[in-house]
């Protein structure tokens, strides 16, 4: 995972990233962070980041990151990867941190081909933030969206013939989330759609079909149907 200080080492304490939105930001003189007729912002260093302040707005102190996301309407974790691309920031540990954890054992008491169960758990403040930057966990609940701590599949392994019964677990880079969506068949049989997404913190854009506010950025998981 790459982390706001390397973004900050990289960019000279993020002073890179401030001009590349702001030119004429200076640390002697106020400029513009916006559209306004008297420049009210101000560039001052704390500790080893550069910050800046607009006096004629919210008075908040923001960081290169801080104003990556509130230029380009990004999240913290998109603007982190978008800056680490621009600058050559390199993220070595990603494809090896993201990965669920995965056990497989011979099926059980009367487990049968097709089986799927889940264990559900509340949602993190971390993968709320992974999810978007507005998303509580009622806004979840109200799509039917629910955080699993795991889920497991049954089914026959097509190389030994044998039923087994595979788990994977969640963990704090690699959260799963499930949607279930209702309805009745025809013959007024109530059935269920569970839809997977595992997510993860990579720069790699999903969009899925889902409400704008809670489009994940990677989906790894597939349908899942049964009967209830």
């Known amino acids: 995972m790459i982390t706001p200080q390397q973004i900050f080492d ?55 990151i801080d104003i990556c996301m509130r230029e380009e309407n990004l999240t913290f974790s998109q603007a982190v990867y978008t800056l680490a691309g621009r600058y050559g920031v390199a993220d070595n540990s990603v494809h090896e941190a993201n990965k669920p954890e995965i056990r497989q054992r011979p099926a059980e008491g009367d487990e ?15 993968e709320l933030k992974v999810i978007g930057p507005r998303v509580k966990s009622e806004t979840c609940k109200e799509y039917d969206y629910r955080s699993l701590a795991s889920y497991s599949i049954t089914k026959i392994d097509e190389k030994t013939g044998e039923l087994k019964t595979t788990t994977i677990r969640s963990a704090d880079t690699y959260p799963i989330f499930l949607r279930e969506c209702h309805w009745t068949d025809e ?42």
């Open 112 to 126: 049968k081909p097709g089986d799927f169960t889940y264990e559900p758990k509340e949602f993190t403040e971390r």
């Open 10 to 64: 990289a960019t000279n304490g993020g002073l890179d990233v401030i001009r590349y939105y702001y030119p004429a930001a200076d640390e002697k003189k106020f400029f513009r962070m916006r559209d306004e007729r008297t420049p009210s912002s101000k560039l001052k260093k704390f500790g080893d980041v550069w910050k800046c302040t607009d006096f004629g707005d919210d008075g908040q102190a923001r960081n290169a």
């Open 187 to 228: 013959k007024s049989k109530r059935e269920a759609i569970h839809s997977g997404h595992g997510l993860t913190t990579s720069p790699i854009h999903f969009r899925a079909m889902l409400p704008e506010a809670l489009r994940p950025r990677r989906t790894v998981l597939l349908a899942l149907q049964k009967e209830i």
